[in-house]
Nanobody, 123 residues
């Protein structure tokens, strides 16, 4: 059974930084694409960043230049480094794993999900 467990969320002031981690278990981590999504109150779930099996990345325009996704295959963990945080980044952040090797951009293309971690950015 595949499990994803996020950690690292919290409350931070605007301009601050947080690093989210997503530890996975239950399958060979290195073969699959991973993604971070978020859902703000009253809004649809949206992709934040994605990384494929070989380290290729994708970022939403709203976070480009501020967020960095990375993966450590030896630890079966994916990270999201978030810098220069803004109040509009406030959301529940979800880690997701896809059965595909290459980048995936839609939440429907992801097969496994974590429970989510709250990120709150105060102004």
């Amino acid at each position: 059974q595949v499990q994803l467990v996020e950690s690292g969320g919290g409350l931070v002031q605007a301009g601050g930084s947080l690093r989210l981690s997503c530890a996975t278990s239950g399958r060979t981590f290195s073969y699959y694409a991973m993604g971070w999504f978020r859902r703000a109150p009253g809004k649809e779930r949206e992709i934040v960043a994605a990384i494929n099996w070989s380290g290729g990345t994708y970022y939403a325009d709203s976070v480009k230049g501020r967020f960095t996704i990375s993966r450590d295959n030896a630890k079966s963990t994916v990270y999201l480094q978030m810098n220069s945080l803004k109040p509009e980044d406030t959301a529940v952040y979800y880690c997701a794993a896809s059965n595909h090797l290459n980048l995936r951009y839609r939440w429907q293309e992801y097969d496994y999900w974590g429970q989510g971690t709250q990120v709150t950015v105060s102004s």
